[in-house]
């Protein structure tokens, strides 16, 4: 029970950092989403220390492994609009595809960068 009350915990601190994000955007109108905003300032909070990690480990780690849930609304929505997608079809996979492979290549260059670096400061 301690467990499904911290990961509670730690979803309402992530929620209520995305509802400040868009309390931001509609109280200045902005043209960034609040999500956006809301991100930003949760990075803001972690590396100055305002948040610790430990404190919204548990639920971030349980939004990590169901994220492909989160995907299917929106994926079962594109379906609605297939006339739509019929005559760029072709487009729309290249786009995907290419955008997908420099994706994984800059994420796994970056990890390797931090890797090294991180292997560099230990010795």
Same mark, same amino acid.
């Given at each position: 029970?301690?467990?499904?009350?911290?990961?509670?915990? %730690?979803?309402?601190?992530?929620?209520?950092?995305?509802?400040?994000? $868009?309390?931001?955007?509609?109280?200045? $109108?902005?043209?960034? #989403?609040?999500? =956006?905003?809301?991100?930003?300032?949760?990075?803001?909070?972690?590396?100055?220390?305002?948040?610790? =990690?430990?404190? *919204? &480990? &548990?639920?971030?780690?349980?939004?990590? $492994? %169901?994220?492909?849930?989160?995907? *299917? #609304?929106?994926?079962?929505?594109? !379906? $609605?609009?297939? /006339?739509?997608?019929?005559?760029? =079809?072709?487009?729309?996979?290249?786009?995907?595809? *290419?955008?997908?492979?420099?994706? !994984?290549? *800059?994420?796994? !260059?970056?990890?390797?960068?931090?890797?090294?670096?991180? /292997?560099?400061? %230990? /010795?």
């Amino acid at each position: 029970m301690l467990k499904i009350s911290k990961i509670v915990f %730690h979803i309402a601190v992530l929620y209520v950092i995305f509802l400040f994000g $868009n309390l931001v955007q509609q109280t200045f $109108n902005l043209f960034v #989403p609040g999500s =956006v905003i809301g991100m930003i300032v949760f990075l803001i909070f972690l590396l100055t220390g305002i948040i610790k =990690v430990s404190w *919204i &480990e &548990e639920g971030t780690k349980l939004f990590v $492994n %169901h994220l492909t849930l989160f995907f *299917i #609304p929106a994926t079962v929505g594109v !379906m $609605n609009y297939m /006339e739509i997608f019929s005559a760029t =079809v072709l487009w729309v996979v290249g786009i995907v595809l *290419i955008s997908t492979a420099l994706v !994984m290549a *800059i994420a796994g !260059m970056v990890s390797q960068w931090l890797i090294r670096k991180k /292997e560099f400061q %230990h /010795e």
